[in-house]
């Protein structure tokens, strides 16, 4: 039961050949909504999850006290995210991250929107941190991400501090071809203590996510379907995520020597009539990007 478990969880580590490839447009339309409670942001996407409310339900009573100065709305936001149920496709992050993904996103997204809002105010109001985070997928990508190129990847990220993950043969496995991806990221969001599967160090990006191609690896000649390449997040040089307009912006990186983007633009989407949830915010300082010297080591 246990290896079950694990299994559906690391799969949302290993779907980045999911990502579009292409610059779609930009993921907004929930910045200026009211802040509602987890039940209230759910009912619209009912038709899509028929299970979610249940699901809801265990993922608050799971969250609580809230930590990292959440509320409990908030923290549950993130725990319904990380859970997975079956069938595979009317689970909320395997839908929410094909609506992100599609070209189609403006048709499809508008019942998300609430819980986009509480969801991505959840996230904004985690501290970001700067480090070197995995994920990968068993394919050979090389084609797909060329060196010197700029890639955007738009549905939630799930990423991996330990290698160890990687390596386990309920995620890549040790054997066929596979890509890793080494990522130096600057606003990673540690969402273990609002996870349900707390014993993993999920790191999280969020949408609209853009990286440079540093450079292509083979750590071994004994292991030559192991790639690893190597990605630098990068500031786009227009908003793809608008910011929620309750969050703190204090808890964004330090972009002074990067380039200036405007976080919070004024939506034109009605507000619906709801009562407006508390929102407790971290005031923890933020970390420095990581240092170019701070490379991955793979044991050959």
Known sequence: MAEAKGTVHFNRFIDVSEE?????????????????????????????CPDVRRRAYIAKGNCDPPKDGLTQDESASIFLYTMEWAPRDQCLYVVLNSILRSKNRNRLITPWLLFMKLLLTALFNLRSCGMTVWRGVRLDLRKEYVVGKTYTWWGFSSCTESLHVLESESFLGQEEKRTMFSIECFNGKKIRPHSSLEEEDEILLLPGSQFIVKSHLQPSKKDPDLIIIHLQQVVPPFVLLEEPSISKKDNL?????QTKVKLTITSTEPK??????????????????????KKYQIKS
Do not use: M, N, R, W
């Not at 200026?32 to 899509?48: D, N, Q, R, T």
């Not at 990186?253 to 020597?257: A, E, M, R, Y």
């Open 20 to 48: 579009p490839g292409k610059l779609l447009q930009p993921i907004e339309g929930y910045q200026s909504l009211e802040l509602v409670s987890l039940e209230e942001a759910i009912e619209p996407i009912v038709k899509f």
């Open 253 to 257: 990186p330090d972009l002074d020597k």
């Open 272 to 293: 619906p009539q709801h009562l407006k949830s508390d929102s407790k915010l971290s005031t923890k300082p933020i970390p420095t990007p990581v240092d170019e010297e």
